[in-house]
Every structure is written in C-alpha cells, then in structure tokens.
Nanobody
Framework: QVQLVESGGGLVQAGGSLNLSCAASGSIASVNGMGWYRQAPGKQRELVATISRGGSTNYAYSVKGRFTISRDNAMNTVYLQMNSLKPEDTAVYYC???????????????WGRGTQVTVSS
C-alpha cells in the first residue's frame, strides 16, 4: 500500500558529507511523523532524527550539530543532511514514516529497506 524508498547513501571519507532522501508513495492521505534510524553491524537499531509534520525536530545526542533533518510535505519526502561524518556513523540508515492511509483512514507505520552509509577514516 505504501512504499518508502531511500537514496543517497554511499562511501565517504571522515569529515565529508552525504544527503539522504526518502520518498513515500502509495495510498497516502497524509504523512505524519517521519524519521531516520540506523543500525550498525552487531548493534541495535537506533534513532537518528525525527521530524513532525509541522517541522518540530528531535536528534540523537551523537548527531546534534552535524545532521539536519527536513521534509517536503507536498512531496511526502524526508531528508537527512549529514555533515562532519565520522567512522562511527557507518551503518544502514532506515527511513520511517507514520502514514494516514486513504479511506478507511488507518494510521500505519512504515519502514524503508535501508541505505548503506560507510565513513572511512
């Protein structure tokens, strides 16, 4: 019913930047909260940043001041600008969205398949 497609991952040197994007498509009435999470090898998935439909943001302490989350409500797209990347940022990054589906208007939570971010030292 709804697909989230991430793009923008890749390999970058420490100190570099990447911009991730995630577009939601399908039977969407509106998209509420959106966010980015990441999972490094051998670790649990963790929150990176979230943004409400109105633009309120929340960041993990480890990325504050380096990452910026934003969204385009008209395009049902969320972005993550990542600057000053560190090797410890290496992980698979997943997009998440709380979607209000078209009639009968159920609220459902969706995840993307993930995009790999690798930061070399």
């Amino acid at each position: 019913q709804v697909q989230l497609v991430e793009s923008g991952g890749g390999l970058v040197q420490a100190g570099g930047s990447l911009n991730l994007s995630c577009a939601a498509s399908g039977s969407i009435a509106s998209v509420n909260g959106m966010g980015w999470y990441r999972q490094a090898p051998g670790k649990q998935r963790e929150l990176v940043a979230t943004i409400s439909r109105g633009g309120s943001t929340n960041y993990a302490y480890s990325v504050k001041g380096r990452f910026t989350i934003s969204r385009d409500n008209a395009m049902n797209t969320v972005y993550l600008q990542m600057n000053s990347l560190k090797p410890e940022d290496t992980a698979v990054y997943y997009c998440n969205a709380a979607v209000l589906l078209t009639a009968p208007y159920r609220l459902r939570d969706y995840w993307g398949r993930g995009t790999q971010v690798t930061v070399s030292s």
